[in-house]
T-cell receptor, first 112, second 115 residues
Framework: GENVGLHLPTLSVQEGDNSIINCAYS??????FIWYKQESGKGPQFIID?????DKRQGQRVTVLLNKTVKHLSLQIAATQPGDSAVYFC???????????FGPGTRLSVLP | DTGVSQDPRHKITKRGQNVTFRCDPI?????LYWYRQTLGQGPEFLTY????????KSRLLSDRFSAERPKGSFSTLEIQRTEQGDSAMYLC?????????????FGPGTRLTVL
């Protein structure tokens, strides 16, 4: 929605550089993890997901890494573009997708 | 456009009034979720439906809130006797739940302002 991420931590990167956004999740029983992108005035948009039986998954320009030992999730964006500027949320769920818990979010700002 | 629509997009109401929001999910999706999002926060789960059955409700969902999905298609979220603390973005999401995917598709949200 409007003013999404008003007080969120911000990651600023130069256009063309790689971005890494991190997330610590809370529930060791979670077995499915998702990254979302949210632009102002819009709902969250699915980027990439990963199940707990994997530690890495790649999409187009994006890679998600999962470290279950320390309950850490990261999103890597290659060759960051101005259109990548948004707030990024990680989400976790267990129990067959009944309750999705979202992290606090990180604002990505791409500098020209 | 994800295919999930919400109506209205914006609602301004006075404290104490009732409001109702509607969500139309992607037609073949069997699960529908409601979330609330406040400024600077991630979406918070409120409730979800599997077809027409409401299977889980968050403790955030006070007795002033009620949600329905009468025919397993569209859903409504009603807030009675609104309070200023109810001001937020209300998001709806739907999925076709299977063992292989739980990808949620979100609607654009309804922004509620309680004066």
């Amino acid at each position: 929605g409007e003013n999404v991420g008003l007080h969120l931590p911000t990651l600023s990167v130069q256009e063309g550089d790689n971005s890494i956004i991190n997330c610590a999740y809370s529930n060791s029983a979670s077995d499915y993890f998702i990254w979302y992108k949210q632009e102002s005035g819009k709902g969250p948009q699915f980027i990439i997901d990963i199940r707990s039986n994997m530690d890495k998954r790649q999409g187009q320009r994006v890679t998600v890494l999962l470290n279950k030992t320390v309950k850490h999730l990261s999103l890597q964006i290659a060759a960051t573009q101005p259109g990548d500027s948004a707030v990024y949320f990680c989400a976790e769920t267990g129990n067959y997708g009944q309750n999705f818990v979202f992290g606090p979010g990180t604002r990505l700002s791409v500098l020209p | 456009d994800t295919g999930v629509s919400q109506d209205p997009r914006h609602k301004i109401t006075k404290r104490g009034q009732n409001v109702t929001f509607r969500c139309d999910p992607i037609s073949e999706h069997n699960r529908l979720y409601w979330y609330r999002q406040t400024l600077g926060q991630g979406p918070e789960f409120l409730t979800y439906f599997q077809n027409e059955a409401q299977l889980e409700k968050s403790r955030l969902l006070s007795d002033r809130f009620s949600a329905e999905r009468p025919k397993g298609s569209f859903s409504t979220l009603e807030i009675q006797r609104t309070e200023q603390g109810d001001s937020a973005m209300y998001l709806c999401a739907s999925i076709f739940h299977s063992p292989h995917t739980d990808t949620q598709y979100f609607g654009p949200g309804t922004r509620l302002t309680v004066l």
